[in-house]
């Protein structure tokens, strides 16, 4: 299928900023599941509340604009009860490790079958810019004038030890990274985390002089390396993309069913 297939175009233009990263992230994800041939009846696409969980409103696919925080919850409900569809759950830095940390953690330690897109663009983008888990120490926001002292999570270091057999970074400036490793995640049988590094110059770039949209992108050039390079050994506050995390574990779907035949053989 072609990628104007899979798009709602009666609700375009899209509500993001000029410069915003998301549309980067919804091409992306549209070129992805075109090249893999993907049914639109095959997919869900569940978001909470967010700049970035706008982009289920843009999909033509099956879809649910959930709680703020509690995507992953009504994802993993509908997993366990359709587990042969491919659900896809795009959050928001806050909306994934803030108020949604609690389901976060506990979806990846299940290895439930579910691809999450972690929007990390270091702020609160639609409710006036305050700082959110990933805006980090020394930034500022409109709830930090005087700077923020809280230090940020690393999300792949997060997903990591909570136990996701898949775990990879990268930026709406490598785009063709960016959909080679949406596709490896949308493939993998298990909890696979995709943070995305993307631009707000609207509040984020504004608030702490970062410049346009154009020179935050191009510092996502400048300031992230592959995994294991030699630039990462040379300059260690590079910030390092690619897929840090692929095992096989088994899924909890199918363990579930080997629970559920258990119990009907009363063993």
């Not at 798009?7 to 233009?13: A, H, L, M, V, Y």
């Not at 923020?148 to 136990?163: M, Q």
Request: hydrophobic fraction near 35%; include cysteine; glycine fraction near 10%.
């Amino acid at each position: 299928m072609a990628i104007k297939d899979y798009i709602r175009e009666r609700f375009f233009p899209h509500i993001w900023c000029p410069g915003c990263g998301h549309g980067t992230v919804l091409n992306s994800l549209l070129r992805t599941v075109s090249q893999l041939g993907m049914s639109r009846n095959e997919i869900v696409m569940v978001s909470g509340i967010g700049c970035s969980s706008r982009i289920s409103g843009y999909v033509d696919f099956h879809t649910l604009h959930t709680l703020h925080g509690r995507a992953l919850a009504f994802a993993t409900g509908v997993k366990l009860s359709r587990p042969e569809l491919n659900l896809i759950v795009p959050m928001g830095d806050g909306d994934a490790l803030a108020i949604g940390g609690n389901h976060f953690i506990h979806a990846a330690r299940r290895n439930i079958d579910l691809t999450a897109i972690v929007m990390n663009n270091r702020i609160y983008g639609m409710t006036g810019g305050q700082y959110s888990p990933l805006s980090g120490h020394g930034t500022l926001a409109t709830t930090a004038p005087y700077t923020n002292i809280d230090y940020a999570f690393d999300t792949v270091e997060l997903a990591t030890a909570a136990g996701a057999s898949f775990v990879a970074r990268s930026t709406t400036y490598h785009v063709q990274q960016l959909a080679k490793i949406l596709k490896q995640a949308i493939l993998h049988e298990g909890f696979s985390v995709v943070e995305v590094l993307t631009q707000c110059p609207t509040y984020f770039g504004r608030k702490n002089r970062l410049g346009s949209a154009a020179d935050m992108m191009e510092d996502y050039k400048n300031n992230t390396t592959p995994i294991g390079s030699k630039a990462k050994k040379e300059n260690p506050d590079l910030i390092e993309r690619g897929v840090f995390v692929q095992k096989e574990i088994p899924e909890y779907c199918s363990e579930y069913d080997k629970i559920i035949e258990r119990a009907m053989k009363g063993k």
